[in-house]
């Protein structure tokens, strides 16, 4: 690149600073502009704020549902579906309840459900070792659990112990 200017600065530890200046193009896909600038700068002065800089025009594709689902017409009535996680590796199977208003259902098992758990299984896989997952710690309540959770919670409350009585201090 031709060089096109050198300067000399009051600053730096001996009160003298050189400065190269260079004819540089603009990076910003639309400009291509040419401008005089230091060897490290890729904007021209159009361009150099955030606003305008290129990645800011790129669009973000927004995942479809339908991508890390399965997309089922629901019947008239409920219906319970056991199926086979869909990543491979897995042959857990799962179940879930198809409703007759929706139509996206899970495509993978509970312990894959999220792209981080997939892509650590598979790399887990890739690796020779097999995951030692566990089946999730916690059980649905039964019915009975239910209600006297909720007549549990509508009593009032009452400690086993007497509350304590303040003495004072003379």
């Given at each position: 690149?031709?060089?096109?200017?050198?300067?000399?600065?009051?600053?730096?530890?001996?009160?003298?600073?050189?400065?190269?200046?260079?004819?540089?193009?603009?990076?910003?896909?639309?400009?291509?502009?040419?401008f005089e600038g230091s060897p490290t700068s890729l904007y021209c002065m159009d361009h150099r704020t955030r606003?305008?800089?290129?990645?800011?025009?790129?669009?973000?594709?927004?995942?479809?549902?339908?991508?890390?689902?399965?997309?089922?017409?629901?019947?008239?009535?409920?219906i319970e579906k056991t199926l086979i996680c869909s990543l491979e590796g897995c042959d857990c199977a799962y179940?879930?309840?198809?409703?007759?208003?929706?139509?996206?259902?899970?495509?993978?098992?509970?312990?894959?459900?999220?792209?981080?758990?997939?892509?650590?299984?598979?790399?887990?896989?890739?690796?020779?070792?097999?995951?030692?997952?566990?089946?999730?710690?916690?059980?649905?309540?039964?019915?009975?659990?239910?209600?006297?959770?909720?007549?549990?919670?509508?009593?009032?409350?009452?400690?086993?112990?007497?509350?304590?009585?303040?003495?004072?201090?003379?």
């Amino acid at each position: 690149m031709p060089m096109v200017d050198s300067k000399v600065v009051n600053h730096g530890a001996q009160g003298t600073c050189r400065v190269r200046r260079e004819v540089r193009t603009c990076k910003h896909p639309a400009c291509g502009r040419k401008f005089e600038g230091s060897p490290t700068s890729l904007y021209c002065m159009d361009h150099r704020t955030r606003k305008s800089r290129a990645e800011r025009f790129v669009p973000k594709e927004q995942p479809k549902p339908e991508d890390q689902n399965l997309v089922l017409d629901g019947g008239e009535h409920l219906i319970e579906k056991t199926l086979i996680c869909s990543l491979e590796g897995c042959d857990c199977a799962y179940s879930f309840t198809v409703y007759p208003d929706h139509t996206i259902y899970p495509m993978y098992c509970e312990l894959h459900r999220t792209e981080h758990k997939r892509r650590h299984f598979l790399k887990m896989k890739t690796n020779g070792a097999t995951p030692a997952y566990e089946q999730p710690n916690y059980l649905k309540w039964t019915d009975y659990e239910m209600q006297f959770e909720s007549y549990a919670l509508g009593q009032p409350h009452t400690s086993p112990f007497a509350p304590r009585r303040r003495q004072d201090v003379h």
